[in-house]
């Protein structure tokens, strides 16, 4: 393991032995660090927290911090990092509240850019962007493939659908169903996500059945438990599992579909 000098590393972390840690690190208790992975300079890592393979911590960044919630009562919470994520400067992440699962949880190959932050009990898929200054409060839901433009907030408990893109500067305070593009202060919906669709892969046949679904739940004036229905019978012969993706991210929602 290669630690530089000026970096502090608690006894009873467990680091692999491919893991580089530059100057004025610090390492915490019940902190696991797994192979390929790199703290830059200037990181504070808290535990419990474990750290899967290849990720990259920018200076500045504190991960597995205590959250800041008034209920917390510095009960051992965790907090769960995946694989080849980016920490950009200044990056906050804290760790969960007994209130909810007691984890805070990020998936793999996430592009976190500076100053973002995810708050307690969140849960973050994988191949997101949080673009300069992004925020999500508590217990907010975040999918996979999504793009969270720069100084966007994101209110506590909201769901972030799958493929979705919020542009800079956005309030989101309604749940956000998938392949949607949000924009605006307040927020509101300006269309499909086509352009993130398309790079990933979506095929023309899958894209032009979920601009069907789409309308018919933005364009049609339906009630969202008639636009469900009617979205499943356009799948019925299909079996477009992103169809299915986009059914789902209404059909779960707690807070209500931004409309």
């Not at 610090?26 to 504070?44: A, N, Q, Y």
């Not at 850019?113 to 969140?122: E, F, L, R, T």
């Amino acid at each position: 393991m290669k630690v530089h000098p000026t970096s502090i590393i608690h006894p009873k972390s467990k680091i692999d032995d491919s893991v580089e840690i530059g100057p004025f690190c610090i390492v915490g208790e019940d902190v696991e660090i797994k192979k390929g992975s790199k703290l830059l300079s200037h990181v504070v890592l808290k535990g419990p927290t474990s750290i899967g393979e290849e990720n990259i911590f920018y200076q500045f960044s504190t991960i597995g911090e205590d959250t800041p919630d008034k209920k917390f009562k510095g009960e051992k919470t965790k907090l769960e990092i995946g694989n080849r994520n980016i920490f950009r400067e200044g990056v906050t992440v804290h760790r969960g509240t007994v209130q909810d699962n007691s984890i805070t949880s990020i998936g793999s190959d996430n592009l976190l850019m500076a100053y973002s932050h995810i708050a307690h009990d969140c849960v973050v898929g994988d191949g997101n962007v949080f673009a300069n200054n992004a925020g999500i409060a508590g217990h907010v839901s975040v999918g996979n493939n999504i793009t969270i433009g720069a100084l966007t907030t994101i209110h506590q408990f909201c769901n972030i659908g799958d493929y979705s893109f919020i542009g800079m500067n956005t309030s989101i305070n309604m749940d956000i169903p998938a392949f949607v593009k949000v924009a605006a202060d307040p927020a509101r919906v300006i269309g499909l996500n086509s352009v993130g669709m398309t790079r990933n892969n979506i095929t023309p046949e899958s894209l032009s059945l979920i601009k069907k679904a789409y309308k018919l739940v933005y364009r049609k004036n339906l009630k969202i438990e008639e636009a469900i229905s009617k979205s499943k019978e356009l799948n019925k012969d299909k079996n477009c599992s992103f169809l299915d993706i986009f059914i789902k991210s209404l059909e779960i929602s707690k807070r209500g579909i931004l409309r």
